[in-house]
């Protein structure tokens, strides 16, 4: 690309009149260079000096300026803590008439004095069904007694069972059935008399 | 002595002869250069000035791996290239007050007036009229090439960017230059 250009310029660049330094350029330079060693200005005078203070000034008035405009806008709109909330209707119907919420109370109080009643009353029932057991406790204390046969046990249980009609027979149970020998049964009628022969002195 | 050892010297033991040698031996190619690219003399030296200050002040960050020409060198440019774009901002202001809208303006340089009349100053005139209409960036690599004779590597170095860079910076900016002075170089 150097030979599109013509040679001749490049010649009159290079052939440029030089341009050289004023007679005192060394004078201005040194008292330059010693002005500037004199002036070393601190961090803190170079912050504060006029021309930076006054635009910062002015920028911090500018924004106050701004602030107390937003602020001062702001309090033409209502403020959302001090506006009433909103009413359902039918709560309002209710307010306003007086006769008609002491209406409703006594109306309430109604109902649930007779839901009391009714409760009250199969309470009671409850309880009448519940003496009959009682009875029968009575019979259950028989039952543990020692002298009672297992016979008398099991049709005393069976009494107890029709009385308080709970339907539920000794076989329904689901009990381990076992089918004794005469002689086992009687092995273990001769195991309860020591048994009870051993308790009895030392009950006395 | 070299220009590096005059600045160790100077780094070392603070001997002000050594910066004032320096001094005369750079001050005349800075000027060139900062003048070059600005086109303006009083604007030029202000930079020049401002630069030597700058490497007396800093003279510590001054490595020795580098050449001093180049680490002046990219000093002068950096401070040139902050006042172009400062100079820049304020005839953007001032001239567009006056003119009409999308008209270019050229600041009018007092040292080269154009009722000078010898034919070499008149071309001289008209190739810096040329320089100042090119990019800052094609100015900057065209005058250190063709200007300063510097190498590609040294404005590499100068302007921190790759050789590959330089030489197409250089070309289009000398394809431009050529396209502005078409009326003086027709042949």
């Keep these: 690309m150097e030979e599109n250009i013509n040679k001749k310029l490049l010649d009159d660049l290079r052939n440029l009149p030089k341009v050289s330094a004023p007679e005192n350029f060394d004078e201005v330079l040194w008292e330059k260079i010693y002005s500037t060693e004199e002036k070393k200005i601190s961090f803190w005078q170079k912050i504060f000096t006029t021309n930076k203070l006054i635009p910062a000034a002015a920028t911090f008035a500018a924004v106050i300026i701004i602030f107390f405009l937003i602020r ?86 069976s009494a107890v069972n029709d009385d308080v009609q709970f339907g539920i027979d000794k ?13 086992k049964k009687q092995e273990i009628l001769e195991l309860k008399r020591k048994i009870k022969a051993s308790e009895t002195p030392k009950a006395e | ?22 001094v005369e031996r750079f001050k005349n190619p800075l000027i060139n250069f900062v003048f070059r690219f600005l086109g303006d003399y009083e604007t030029c030296v202000d930079v020049v000035q401002d630069t030597f200050v700058k490497a007396y002040r800093s003279k510590d960050s001054y490595s020795s791996v ?23 901002r304020n005839s953007f202001f001032s001239i567009n007050n006056y003119g009409e809208e999308g008209e270019n303006y050229d600041i009018p340089d007092n040292k080269l007036r154009p009722d000078v009349k010898a034919d070499s100053k008149f071309k001289a005139q008209k190739i810096q009229e040329a320089l100042m209409k090119l990019k800052d960036v094609y100015r900057e690599a065209v005058i250190l090439r063709d200007i300063q004779g510097l190498s590609y590597e040294e404005i590499a ?20 230059l050529q396209k502005y002075l078409k009326n003086i170089y027709r042949d």
């Design chain 1, 72 to 157: 001062s806008n702001n309090n033409e709109y209502e403020d959302p803590f001090m506006i009433e909330p909103p009413v359902r209707e039918d709560i309002i119907t209710v307010s306003t008439d007086d006769v008609g919420v002491s209406n409703m109370i006594e109306q309430k109080q109604k109902i649930e004095q007779q839901e009391l009643r009714t409760n009250e009353s199969e309470r009671s029932g409850l309880k009448k069904e519940s003496a009959k057991p009682e009875k029968d406790s009575s019979l259950k204390d028989n039952l543990t007694e020692p002298s009672m046969a297992p016979e008398t046990l099991s049709k005393s249980a």
């Design chain 1, 171 to 183: 076989e329904e149970l689901n009990f381990l059935k076992r089918n004794l020998s005469e002689q």
């Design chain 2, 1 to 22: 002595m070299t220009d590096e050892e005059l600045i160790l010297e100077f780094q070392k033991s603070n001997d002000q002869r050594a910066f004032e040698i320096l």
């Design chain 2, 66 to 88: 580098a050449k001093f020409s180049t680490w002046i060198y990219t000093i002068a440019g950096n401070l040139a290239r902050s006042e172009y774009r400062r100079r820049k």
């Design chain 2, 157 to 176: 170095e100068i302007l921190k960017i790759e050789e590959g860079t330089v030489k197409s910076r250089i070309n289009r900016g000398r394809a431009q």
